[in-house]
């Protein structure tokens, strides 16, 4: 079964204090969308796979590992497994990032829960 999903339209969940999201995956991949806003409290961190982060609206300064990149709509960077990173928004408008994970991450699948009839697993 094919769906169509309008971001804007899924409940999102909230993260903490200025970061809130949602999600949509396929057979073997998960995006989640992360509506960032200005001035948020960082916090960097790392995992055991790896991101790849996509901005999508608004500025941002994306740091990975001793390296920051100042992301822009249609900017992409990789984050390889266990590096430490962050995203800080530039500016006041609010930032929209989209990571994607492949395989699907566990801890993400009740952002999809929405899609479970499409999925075996």
């Not at 999102?12 to 396929?26: A, P, S």
């Not at 901005?55 to 992301?71: I, K, L, P, S, T």
Request: glycine content about 6%; aromatic content about 10%.
């Amino acid at each position: 079964m094919t769906q169509m999903i309008d971001w804007n339209t899924l409940p999102r969940e909230f993260v903490r204090e200025g970061i809130e999201r949602c999600g949509f995956r396929g057979e073997n991949v998960i995006m989640v969308m992360n509506w960032v806003q200005p001035r948020i409290q960082v916090r960097p961190h790392k995992h055991d796979f790896e991101q790849i982060a996509i901005c999508v609206q608004g500025r941002m300064n994306y740091h990975v590992g001793d390296e920051v990149f100042e992301m822009t709509p249609g900017c992409i960077v990789r984050v390889p497994a266990h590096t430490m990173h962050y995203v800080e928004p530039i500016g006041d408008e609010v930032a929209l990032n989209l990571d994607v994970f492949s395989p699907i991450r566990d801890d993400y699948r009740h952002l999809v829960e929405y899609q479970a009839a499409e999925f075996k697993d």
